[in-house]
DNA sequence: AAAGATTGAATAGTCAATCTTA
DNA sequence: TAAGATTGACTATTCAATCTTT
């Protein structure tokens, strides 16, 4: 039936083909991203994901289930890394006045400062790492694409 | 110093943006082809890229190591998801001839049939979920773009 | 009852140490 | 000593159950 050739069945197609690539360029580059940023800054990238967010967002504050959705992780965890940074002090928890079920978690002046310190880090390694070895062009069109991508799946790309 | 609007700084940088998307692309569109593929054959995502590598590979083995740059995880992650197929039936653990150090994982009768069956979902999900929104132009575009990063890293696109 | 958040149990994944063979 | 693989301990992440407020 099949052999060992069936791999062109679908290495060719070039849907499959974008896929992979994106899988593999994920890895890849988030691996040498976060041990970069980490090794530097001493902050983990998912705290710096977190500190973006909040310092980006309305009154530099999120409900829990936003800053979620903004950062692409459960609310379980979010919840449980919310818990170590504000132990760091970078983050504060509060009670939202509006609706008591709800949870507010706003950036601290820690954690801007902490924000300010690694963002060079981070970017630079973006450029670095990956966008360097790309034209304007060809970055344009990645971004525009998989925004077209998201939007199908219901997500915002800049989420507001 | 800085305030809301610092949001421009990097949001509108093309690197960054294409990173971005790419980021939320990933995780939205592996969440729901995991989900489908897992939901709809009992294997998870991580049992079918194993299953696909070595199927595709040189007498359908492969060494440990070899495996585990393929699928793109640790040679300890891999090592654990065999031990665990190996008990399923789906694949088969031998020593190397040539080098008694190296362990060889080859795919079973069975392992096969699992991935034929398995195989038709998770394409059309690669098109249902990702492919489909795009273009060809935009699918090559991305799969060129990507591999090139991927060259950069050291790292072959295409495995062989 | 439904929404928001947290906790407990379980899976996924990594790093350092260990064992075996080259 | 190096390479290849596995094991143990640890971090990351998710899912189901729980608690509180609407």
């Given at each position: 039936?099949?052999?060992?050739?069936?791999?062109?069945?679908?290495?060719?197609?070039?849907?499959?083909?974008?896929?992979?690539?994106?899988?593999?360029?994920?890895?890849?580059?988030?691996?040498?991203?976060?041990?970069?940023?980490?090794g530097?800054?001493?902050?983990?990238?998912?705290?710096?994901?977190?500190?973006?967010?909040?310092?980006?967002?309305?009154?530099?504050e999120?409900?829990?289930?936003?800053?979620?959705?903004?950062?692409?992780?459960?609310?379980?965890?979010?919840?449980?890394?919310?818990?170590?940074?504000?132990?760091?002090g970078?983050?504060?928890?509060?009670?939202?006045?509006?609706?008591?079920?709800?949870?507010?978690?706003?950036?601290?002046?820690?954690?801007?400062?902490?924000?300010?310190?690694a963002?060079?880090?981070?970017?630079q390694?973006?450029?670095?790492?990956?966008?360097?070895?790309?034209?304007?062009?060809?970055?344009?069109?990645?971004?525009?694409?998989?925004?077209?991508?998201?939007?199908?799946?219901?997500?915002?790309?800049?989420?507001?």
């Amino acid at each position: 039936m099949e052999n060992g050739e069936n791999r062109s069945d679908w290495r060719d197609d070039p849907g499959v083909a974008a896929w992979a690539a994106l899988l593999r360029t994920h890895v890849t580059v988030l691996r040498t991203l976060a041990r970069e940023v980490e090794g530097q800054t001493g902050l983990p990238l998912s705290w710096y994901d977190v500190l973006l967010e909040l310092n980006a967002a309305e009154g530099r504050e999120l409900r829990m289930q936003h800053l979620a959705e903004r950062v692409v992780l459960s609310r379980t965890r979010v919840s449980r890394l919310v818990d170590e940074m504000v132990a760091a002090g970078l983050v504060v928890r509060r009670a939202d006045i509006a609706d008591a079920r709800a949870v507010l978690a706003g950036i601290t002046q820690a954690g801007r400062a902490a924000l300010r310190h690694a963002a060079p880090v981070y970017l630079q390694g973006i450029q670095e790492h990956f966008a360097r070895h790309l034209s304007v062009h060809q970055l344009t069109t990645i971004r525009q694409s998989l925004d077209t991508v998201l939007a199908a799946h219901g997500v915002s790309p800049h989420p507001s």
